[in-house]
């Protein structure tokens, strides 16, 4: 009986220790999320979040990697909020910069996770940085429809961010990065020396990358990619996972060039999307899935390894004339040529909806995710 009492309270305890009571926040993401207005302003205010700082930069909107490598994006520069916490005190300190899901900014509020994991990173002398991706860009989420901001812009940010954070007062110049989703696949494009030396000089990018569950297969990340010199890259994805697929993922990160001993992959047996989430996992019909289309992938020069896009892009249905010129209008009118790429996806009948997301292992994962930003930043 007492072991049985014992059992009940540590139950009831871990419960309390992963809530912060998000059913009670009243988060109006509509209201909230404007390209004037970035709902990390709403962030900053709540209770659990506050005493940080929130940090205005300038960043740009993107196609792919294309457009970032013959400086495409230049030509879309946009405002990006980001909300900075660091630790008490006035010492030097790592920080690791966040990037969201397609769920959108929302998500560092209602993933207690989320909550949970920043507040033990500032505990351990580890500051967190939340970007917005989506706000700026007109957008509050994408887990209904991609094609609303393009892939590549939440690691256009980041990087940006890690470039401006360099010359922080508090910073120590040790960064991690991290991100579930479309934030894991932002982790990955940002872990890549060929994307990172197009914004910073030298080979050396994060000091620790964790992405989870990334999509991977079609993203346009690189066909032969170069891990940065300094880096430390945990990889984490669901094996489970029929929203983001694991193997793709799997298969990439293992053709990443690096030293031995700079890349761990884990692959976690039955669980799904939103493994973290602390809800027992559950079916969300309208979530768009590329899943079913051709891979994607890039070589140096960023253009896709895969004929078949350009075969439906300039042949089939004659959207441009040459692929130059699909370039053109990518640069020019980014999330319009995505747009117009995902209804050419339509047509061809790649696009699938209904997934399964959640549950609860998130206190099982946490000391894997917070030892590996402490082990490779202090």
Known sequence: MKKVFIILISIFFTTIAYSHSTKNLNLDSKKECKKSKSMLNWVSKNKYYQGGELIKYQSYTGFDQRTVIIGGHKKNPVEITAYLQLPKGDEKVPIVIWTHSSGGPGNYIWNDFTYHAHQKLLDEGIGVMFIDNFCPRGAKDTWRDQ?????????????????????????NGKFGTTGHSRGGTNSLYMADIKFTSLFLDGTEGFDAILPEAAECHAAGLFSKPELTSNTKLLYVHGGADDYTLAKPCEEHVKRIKSKPGQIEIDIKEGWYHEWHMGKKPFKVKGAMTTSKCPDHFIDENGFGTNPTWGEWFINKYKLYPTIEAFYDAAQTKPRKTWKQAFKVMKKEKCLSRGVTIGGQNQEEYMPQFINFFKENLL
Do not use: E, M, T
């Open 147 to 171: 094609s609303k901001v393009p892939l590549i812009n939440g690691a256009i940010d980041g990087i940006l961010a890690l470039k401006l954070l360099k010359s922080h007062p508090r910073s």
